[in-house]
């Protein structure tokens, strides 16, 4: 079974996201973004859910990953508009944690 970590990495790559771009639009380092990957240490869901959104997935996506739980199809346009929803919420997200 793959975990969580492996799904990850395989996506990023897939997308063609260096660690080291990741890592800092997570805004960690990338000593610490491996750290989740080589020690195992446990992702929370806040932290899952940024990535996924840096990586431009749906959180299930990863959970599920090789498989895709949602098609991607025309017929999903609330799908889209819900996704829609949650990259601006996180892009204001952003905005407010440059803030502090």
Known sequence: M?????????????????????????????????????????IKYGLL????????????DIVTYPDEYILKSETCRDCTEKDKTIKNLNEYIEIIKRKK
């Open 2 to 42: 793959n975990t969580i970590a492996v799904k990850i990495e395989a996506i990023r790559k897939k997308v063609g996201v260096k660690q080291e771009d990741l890592a800092e639009r997570l805004g960690i380092t990338q000593g610490t973004y491996s750290g989740y990957l080589t020690q195992n240490q446990d």
């Open 49 to 60: 859910l940024e990535i996924a959104n840096k990586l431009n997935v749906p959180i299930v």
